[in-house]
């Protein structure tokens, strides 16, 4: 079996993804990038079967070119494989252009244009806010006339919050308006602003049949981080993923899947439940989930989620987890203000005093600037059978521990 990995960038998650993919049993890998290989450390370099540079991951004649120039010397190339959310449509061109199984484009494209993934859920009968593809100002004015403020307004290709805002009143819709100007060609999605507590939900589906889920909780939701730089938010998996007060998320998001059509693959759910205990689906990606959610796994199961990951989308294979060891959870530790980080405060004494509890974590490195996603400059995981405790310790970590930022 030869795959090939796409990545533009090698990220430290990229990084991750590749140690673990380049050692599946069974499996060749070869890589995509838009970066030379000859940055990474001999070690994993020396496990690909190939490589192949390209200026740009984002045009699908490029990756093709690329997969026919691997195919050239290493044989047929079986499966193509991506994590980054802004490639997954041009992926499934070059699939379908040569060939090779996987998730086709207009599938693709449900799970990344917002406008037509909700329109998906709406013919489905998935709950969702509502929503509309504003191509010029007219309609975008139309829209908040018809649901009130406040709105969100994001690109209807969006991910991970980026370019996502809140609008409140006229004047902050004018700004937005002023600054993307919508068009036919690049519509903004605008959408009823939901409130409420916001969650996600994966899953692992074969052949278009869900095998196994996980969820978890943010505190607070991402909209709520991006929009004020100085929480150190968190994500937590509970232990109880089985309990019945998740049946309604689980039938919903098993009905958004249906929607939007997937058939082997993991997806990356996020939804609210309501104040009065509804559900709305917001956004499902065919990819990993980002946030950590990957190691938390790990941590919850004691497994290797990321190979699990290359197997499904390899081989068409996965063994589901046996029953949920522990709750886990994640704190993003993130410096208010601009700069670098300067100092540290607090760490040293929570790693000491929740020893028992934590797994892994990445400590601010001082002089690194600050971080472009909303992710921070660091984090903490911590586990342990009782959620509870989990999120207990959760708490003291983002209350006592403080990143300094100094330009």
Not at 33 to 40: A, K, M, T, Y
Request: contains cysteine; charged residues 25%.
């Amino acid at each position: 079996m030869l795959a090939v990995y796409i990545t533009p960038f090698f990220t430290e998650n990229a990084l991750i993804f590749l140690d673990h993919l380049s050692g599946i049993e069974g499996a060749r890998l070869a890589v995509i990038s838009q970066e030379p290989q000859e940055i990474l450390p001999e070690r994993l370099r020396s496990r690909f079967a190939g490589h192949w540079r390209v200026p740009d991951c984002l045009e699908t004649e490029q990756i093709r070119w690329a997969v026919e120039g691997l195919q050239k010397s290493l044989g047929k190339v079986e499966r193509i494989l991506a994590a980054n959310e802004h490639i997954q449509v041009q992926v499934a061109q070059v699939r379908e252009q040569l060939g090779i199984p996987g998730m086709d484009s207009a599938t693709a494209l449900k799970f990344r244009d917002k406008n037509k993934m909700k329109k998906a859920f709406r013919e489905g009968g998935v709950a969702c806010a509502r929503s509309a593809a504003a191509r010029n100002e007219h309609e975008a004015w139309a829209f908040v006339e018809q649901v009130g403020y406040p709105v969100c307004v994001k690109p209807v290709d969006g991910a991970a919050t980026q370019s996502t805002f809140k609008v409140e009143d006229a004047s902050a819709m004018r700004d937005v308006l002023r600054g993307s100007g919508p068009s036919p060609e690049r519509p903004l999605q605008i959408e009823e602003f939901v409130v409420g507590q916001e969650h996600s939900f994966e899953t692992v589906s074969i052949d278009g049949k869900p095998l196994w889920h996980s969820l978890t909780h943010y505190i607070p939701g991402p909209l709520d981080v991006v929009r004020n730089p100085w929480i150190q938010y968190q994500v937590i998996l509970p232990r109880e993923v089985d309990s019945k007060k998740y049946d309604d998320i689980r039938k919903c998001g098993r009905q958004a899947l249906k929607a939007l059509g997937i058939q082997t693959g993991l997806s990356h759910m996020e939804w609210f439940r309501r104040n009065d205990g509804s559900i709305a689906i917001n956004e499902v990606a065919a990819r990993p989930p980002g946030v950590q959610i990957m190691p938390l796994i790990n941590r919850a199961h004691d497994i290797d989620f990321f190979s699990a990951w290359g197997r499904l989308m390899m081989f068409d294979e996965f063994t589901p987890p046996k029953e949920r060891k522990y709750a886990a959870g994640c704190a993003f530790l993130r410096g208010l203000g601009e700069g670098r980080v300067k100092a540290v405060h607090g760490l040293d004494e929570v790693l000491r005093d929740l020893s028992h509890l934590v797994t892994d974590y990445k400590r601010p490195a001082l002089g690194t600037p600050k971080a472009i996603s909303y992710e921070g400059e660091g984090y903490v995981i911590v586990r342990h059978p009782e959620t509870k405790v989990v999120a207990e310790a959760l708490q003291e970590i983002v209350s006592n521990v403080r990143v300094v930022l100094m330009d």
